[in-house]
């Protein structure tokens, strides 16, 4: 454990914003989560809907610095792949 005041207040700052960006990860884990169920279903108007709450909340850590740039666009990319070709199976 620090035992400098400064290292002591880095420690306290490092927590919450550990706690912080733990719980911004999980809202996103459950988004993505809650859009692959709703592609699962084949239902593409809730699977849009989902979709758009998960790019919101993944611009926001990116934004934010909690996840990198890349990291969310391929996230992004894979959700808005698999939503397509469910529009893209409805077609044929």
Not at 15 to 27: A, E, G, P, W, Y
Not at 56 to 66: F, P, W
Request: hydrophobic share 35%; proline share 0%.
């Amino acid at each position: 454990m620090a035992t400098h005041k400064s290292a002591i207040k880095r420690y306290r700052q490092n927590l919450k914003r550990r706690f912080h960006n733990v719980n911004i990860k999980s809202s996103i884990k459950s988004a993505i989560k809650e859009v692959k169920d709703t592609i699962k279903t084949g239902n593409a108007e809730n699977a849009k809907a989902a979709i758009s709450k998960a790019v919101k909340l993944l611009d926001k850590a990116v934004s934010k610095k909690t996840l990198h740039r890349n990291n969310a666009s391929r996230k992004i990319s894979t959700l808005t792949l698999a939503i397509n070709s469910i529009g893209a199976g409805n077609r044929q």
